[in-house]
């Protein structure tokens, strides 16, 4: 019994270490010096249309000469595919800026085995640069306190205040939440704090292609109009709704990346989407386009309002008539911020065209 009860105490301890969003530090002296890999684009695969970047080993302090070298004469989509230990940590924010620069994405996935990879200190840095970023699954991403010290007339100098607020400041550049510098000071030198998937999204590290959505009543001619935006790596979509005493229209803008002519100049059957798998027909009153976006006026039934005003995430596909494999559109977040607002908004167009059909 007793042999049982250490096996169960040393288990138990296992469980609480492997719990804990602290562990050790990698030694990234250990690993290679970073390689730089590029794959050209391919028009087929989850990453077709896309240049492939593959980051892997300790960021040394050249990594980013090698890198605006590597990257030179390379034009639209990229996706940088993140692997490391860490290392120099301005090198991790001069990669960053590289990687804005261009406009490329950002994943942690080992290329090597195609399994989500690690990002640690300075590669977390680095991370941070992509337009959007991706956990993948398991992916392992942590930060710790680090400290820059140099020999003086006086002795050793610790400048770990400085590089703090030049990290802070970087965090600011990238968009990120600068609580995240919170948890650069959690773990010591010698250990690593590993973010949770939700702690990832709260603090603004990852995004999973979605930028924030931003909803607003906005005030027309025509009267008052509900109106929801959100970039994603899908193109940038903006759905509005209003109304009157008889009928809902909606409207749908779609910034398409570049393939806006031609959608424009299909034949579509157009889907309202609403949360994941949510899916109703659309009648098209009209259709635009103006400066490589395209505009579309729809008229929603009060059944398919309903379903819209307890929606989590509502948007706009299109496919090709009698083609169910292709498809383009987007979709716009309702968060717990803005639900009131839709909700309040649609039930009250509602309730105007009740009273215009049953007078009291």
Excluded at 194 to 216: E, H, Y
Excluded at 261 to 274: C, E, N, S, Y
Excluded at 321 to 339: E, K, L, M, P
Aim: aromatic share 6%; with cysteine; proline share 5%.
């Amino acid at each position: 019994m007793r042999l049982i009860r250490v096996v169960l105490v040393v288990l138990a301890l296992m469980s609480l270490a492997l719990a804990r969003p602290s562990a050790t530090t990698p030694r990234a002296e250990d690993k290679v010096p970073m390689t730089i890999t590029v794959v050209p684009r391919s028009e087929s695969g989850v990453f077709r249309d896309t240049a492939l970047v593959y980051l892997d080993g300790t960021i040394d302090a050249d990594a980013p000469d090698r890198l605006s070298t590597a990257l030179e004469g390379i034009a639209g989509q990229m996706a940088i595919w993140l692997n490391s230990p860490g290392g120099n940590l301005f090198a991790g924010m001069e990669l960053g800026r590289i990687i804005r620069k261009h406009r490329a994405r950002t994943h942690i996935i080992d290329h090597r085995t195609l399994l989500p990879g690690e990002c640690y200190s300075a590669c977390a840095l680095a991370f941070l640069g992509g337009v959007y970023r991706f956990n993948d699954n398991a992916a392992r991403y942590g930060v710790h306190r680090a400290s820059l010290s140099v020999r003086s007339p006086r002795g050793d100098v610790d400048e770990g205040r400085d590089l703090s607020t030049a990290i802070g400041t970087y965090i600011r550049e990238m968009g990120a939440d600068v609580r995240l510098l919170d948890l650069w000071m959690k773990a010591g030198p010698d250990e690593m704090y590993v973010l949770t998937q939700q702690q990832m999204k709260d603090l603004r590290v990852a995004d999973n292609g979605r930028k924030p959505p931003t909803w607003s009543l906005v005030t027309t001619p025509r009267g008052r109009v509900l109106r929801g935006q959100q970039a994603t790596t899908d193109g940038a979509g903006t759905v509005s709704f209003s109304c009157d005493d008889k009928q809902t229209l909606l409207g749908s803008v779609y910034e398409a990346a570049g393939q806006a002519d031609a959608i424009a100049a299909g034949k579509w059957v157009h889907l309202l989407t609403i949360d994941r798998h949510e899916e109703r027909p659309l009648k098209e009153l009209g259709v635009s386009l103006e400066g490589g976006s395209i505009r579309w006026r729809f008229m929603l039934p009060p059944p398919v309002v309903r379903l819209a005003i307890s929606a989590k995430r509502i948007g706009h596909r299109m496919k090709p008539s009698g083609n169910r494999s292709t498809s383009f559109g987007y979709s716009v977040d309702i968060d717990a911020r803005s639900a009131p607002m839709v909700k309040k908004f649609l039930g009250n167009c509602l309730r105007r065209q009740a009273k215009y059909l049953f007078p009291s």
